[in-house]
């Protein structure tokens, strides 16, 4: 660990990602100005570690014993950096320049802000948002996320429609500028979550004790995406089905938490069938799989949910949740885009 803290360190959580590191990390030492840059290395099994050293000496290399996934790799490397705050970022990222300072003013703003991020746009086709955070996260009153710029698989053109720095659900793990000591404050990730949807449920539990979440426009990035595990795989399904259940067991405290359940366990079985139809078995497999370690690994989401509440600064937050079905917006009533959502539908 550094000896002395240091205002904001920039942590790119690498495994096997040369290219992109070769790629991207030249637009990230140009344009990060007095920030420190650490990667930090899953044991990769190609040669990332002998290139960073060879060609990017600056940066400081963070070794962990195996590949821990998003939420383990980045738990472990930050215990290691002693900073204020931590901006985690994406391999597949290419920033621009300036774009630490619009984050780094919004959160010095209010030290209520736990986390933000910046506008995400798709790096091939850098007029379309980005799939995975676009202009900030949001959730329906069934668990299901979605952004500002993207719900589905229905991306926005970017017409500076979503330029307004505001309060979100969640911020993207693709680029999250967070306080450090908020972070340890809720003991960081979530290492059962491997990957996927980690940064849903850490947002979530820092707004069940009273902390907000918001985008920051002014700053941009361009993400390619896919870079951990892509799109078709039938992994990062598992992965989506499980941990959204997760998520929602953990961290919703209203009182028909059982129906919400009840219904998302429907909604996801509809989902199954579409794979099965589709000639996709492997993918139906995925999500009964993904069902099962759920109903296995109930006592401890249960019990991470006491723990939770039990926080002396707990509050049950609905602010932000999107009252209805996103699901039935979208596919039903063809609401394909956040500005087709009302206001209102918002709780506040």
Known sequence: MIANKIPVAVVILNFNGKNYLEKFLPSVLKFSGESKVFVADNNSTDDSVSFL?????????????????????YNIALKQINSSYYILLNSDVEVTENWISPLLSLMESNKKIAACQPKILDYKNNKLFEYAGAAGGYIDNYGYPFCQGRIFDTIEDDCDQYQDSKEIFWASGACMMIRAETFWEVDGFDNDYFAHMEEIDLCWRLRNIGYSVYVEPKSKIYHIGGGTLNKISTKKTFLNFRNNLITITKNDFSKNIILKLVFRLILDGIAALKFLLAAQPSHFIAVIRAHFAYYYSLPSI???????????????????????????????????????????????
């Open 53 to 73: 050293k060879d060609f990017f000496p600056t940066v400081i290399v963070i070794k962990n014993e195996g590949n821990y996934g998003f939420s383990k790799g």
């Open 302 to 348: 249960v019990s991470k949910r006491k723990i939770n509440k039990k926080s002396p600064n707990f509050k049950i937050n609905n602010s932000f949740i999107y009252k209805g079905s996103i699901v039935i917006d979208y596919f039903i009533k063809r609401k394909t885009k956040f500005s087709d959502l009302k206001k209102i539908d918002f709780f506040d």
